[in-house]
């Protein structure tokens, strides 16, 4: 089946600086993929579709200048949060749909990146 | 996408069949349901996906009335493995590929398996 690696798995980071992670399609390509937050006990939360060769679409209330996103290639978006704070403090997991998937509903997911701002 | 309500929690024995009921009853005429599972730590996966009657994989099965209002997710004889959370989503897929394919989930049911 699809899959999808992220990379770092877990981070932990002092407040102020910047952490990146990469969310990569192994064996498909992915024309769009999407970066979800998700805290303890809680939901996934749509942060932002990231489209390959163009800005992401960030959802209401993310902030896009703390989140950036770049989708450099069919198989690689990256999520940079820049300044981190403790509140950023979060599981962050990506998801991707295999171009040649059509309508249908299926999205890969990674195994997730736990960040810790102390 | 239509907005659904599960239970938030359930709690099963191994080698009982789980039963996770997901309530949409705005559900639109192109709208498909579909389940995904979360372990703890992890990204979800894509369990099943059906419209109407009963939809079964090795997984899973997936019971939609006629009326399209509920659904209900179905495990058989579980085990500790199969402890998770259980989200069920509803949207017309046509819809969503031209809207990018972007998910929204709901609260999910935790399903806590004991031996």
């Known amino acids: 089946g699809a899959v999808v690696s992220q990379h770092p798995s877990r981070v932990i980071c002092k407040s102020g600086t910047s952490v990146k992670i990469e969310c990569r399609s192994l064996?498909?390509?992915?024309?769009?993929m999407f970066w979800y937050r998700q805290f303890p006990k809680k939901s996934l939360m749509l942060m932002a579709t990231?489209?390959?060769?163009?800005?992401?679409?960030?959802e209401q209330g993310v902030e896009k200048d703390k989140f950036l996103i770049n989708h450099a290639s069919l198989t690689l978006s990256t999520l940079t949060v820049t300044s981190a704070h403790p509140e950023d403090s979060s599981f962050y997991i990506c998801?991707?749909?295999?171009?040649?998937?059509?309508?249908?509903?299926?999205?890969?997911f990674g195994p997730g990146t736990r960040l810790t701002v102390t | 996408l239509a907005k659904t309500t599960q239970p938030i929690s359930m709690d099963s024995y191994e080698g009982q069949e789980v039963n996770i009921t997901c309530s949409h009853n705005?559900?639109?005429?192109?709208?498909?349901i579909t389940w995904y599972q979360q372990f703890p730590s992890q990204g979800p996966r894509f369990i099943i996906q059906g419209y109407k009657t009963k939809v079964t994989n090795e997984v899973a099965s997936l019971f939609i009335p006629a009326d399209r209002k509920s659904s209900t997710l179905s495990l058989p004889r579980v085990s500790l493995s199969d402890t998770a959370v259980y989200y069920c989503l509803v949207g017309d897929t046509l819809q969503i590929y031209n809207q990018g394919g972007k998910l929204i989930f709901g609260q999910g049911t935790e399903l806590s398996v004991k031996p």
């Open positions: 705005n559900i639109a005429t192109n709208d498909y």
């Open positions: 998801s991707a749909r295999d171009q040649r998937a059509g309508f249908s509903y299926e999205q890969y």
């Open positions: 990231s489209n390959e060769g163009s800005k992401a679409t960030y």
């Open positions: 064996d498909f390509q992915a024309t769009t």
